[in-house]
């Protein structure tokens, strides 16, 4: 039984300057690639977290908008015996909004 040379035929020195001039440039690129990607991920991050602080701005605002009403409606409730024909208007088709 004969074994077999496996290992890869000596090339030219001018073909492995070759190939390793391109491994070179594909490791550049790959290394901007994810220079990139990193970029991208950061800039995702930063808005979500600049979303997530206007949403919780916004959700405290409409919360506080809302209680506003309620106090608005609880005092214009308590006028409801003024016979204010703008008082009376409201009342007539607000029960309908609720």
């Known amino acids: 039984m004969v074994l077999?040379?496996?290992s890869p035929p000596e090339l030219p020195d001018w073909q492995l300057l070759k190939q390793e001039m391109k491994r070179a440039g594909r490791r550049a690129v790959e290394m901007r690639h994810r220079k990139k990607e990193r970029e991208d991920h950061?800039?995702?991050e930063m808005t979500s977290k600049r979303l997530q602080g206007l949403h919780a701005y916004l959700v405290a605002e409409?919360?506080?908008l809302k209680a506003e009403k309620l106090t608005l409606i609880c005092q214009l409730l308590t006028h409801?015996?003024?016979?204010?024909s703008n008082i009376a208007e409201y009342l007539s088709y607000a029960p309908k909004q609720m």
């Open 42 to 44: 950061e800039k995702i």
């Open 62 to 64: 409409e919360r506080a």
């Open 80 to 84: 409801a015996h003024c016979n204010d």
């Open 4 to 6: 077999q040379d496996t």
